[in-house]
């Protein structure tokens, strides 16, 4: 090997390789999120990811908050509460329009909209500085992970906040990819973002922590569609699929229910503040 020290390294090419493929193009990506709108509101939302994730965060009431990759605000909601001003930025319409409803029914009017790629944003001339900017779960599977987060570092006047999962093996997900005798990939490693952010001079902070979650299918054929990531139904014939699903799930009512615990990084560092 050619490197003898961290900074040697080259941080964002290991992140594309562990992700798998690049980032999909502005239309892709757009339509996947619009897709899963309604599915992500209903399910993301039935957890304690927020709430431990917001006690974590240092929000004054005199600052401004940038959410990128915000969606339908299950985080710039909340965040209105305490500070001035936020933005969410998202590329997503069906997303941002569970947001701009949210915010009509509520008369909430100290958070703005932007819809835009965050990978194809002039952060510079295109976004107003920020107090905070928070990267929720939203980091790119490809090959921008430095510039993702170089962007976040040039727009905050203070704080960045990132948080990814702590674990990248999922051993639900890669059963699943198992019985449907597809490839499965695991998620990036935390500690790469870290030794990125490293590596362009900045010593960020990291806490894990825990979230609990209750996910809910109104049948057997959702919870199928979910975890076998929406593959037609026609590729869902497998008994053995069929049972391990039911065996993650709780019936009751005449619906099903998934309770389950994920850990998750969160990166934090000071913006604006470098040892080069």
Known sequence: MDYIHIKDIDWDGLWQKQAGHVIKTSDEAAAFWDRRAHYYEKNVGRNTYVDELLKRMEIPASCSVLDVGGGSGLLAVPIAQKARLVTVLDISNGMLSLLKNKLEEAKISNITVINKNWYET??????DPHDIVL???FLPMGDKLEASLENMNTVALKRCYVTWRANSFDKVEAESARLLG???KRYPEYPIILNCLYKMGIKAGVEIFKSESEMCFDNLDDALRHFSKNSPM???TSTDYKDF???LLVEKDGKYYRYSATEWALISWEARKRDV
């Open 135 to 137: 990267a929720s779960r």
């Open 182 to 184: 597809k490839e499965y």
């Open 234 to 236: 026609s590729d869902i």
């Open 122 to 127: 002039d952060v510079n001339s295109e976004i």
């Open 245 to 247: 699903v039911r065996s």
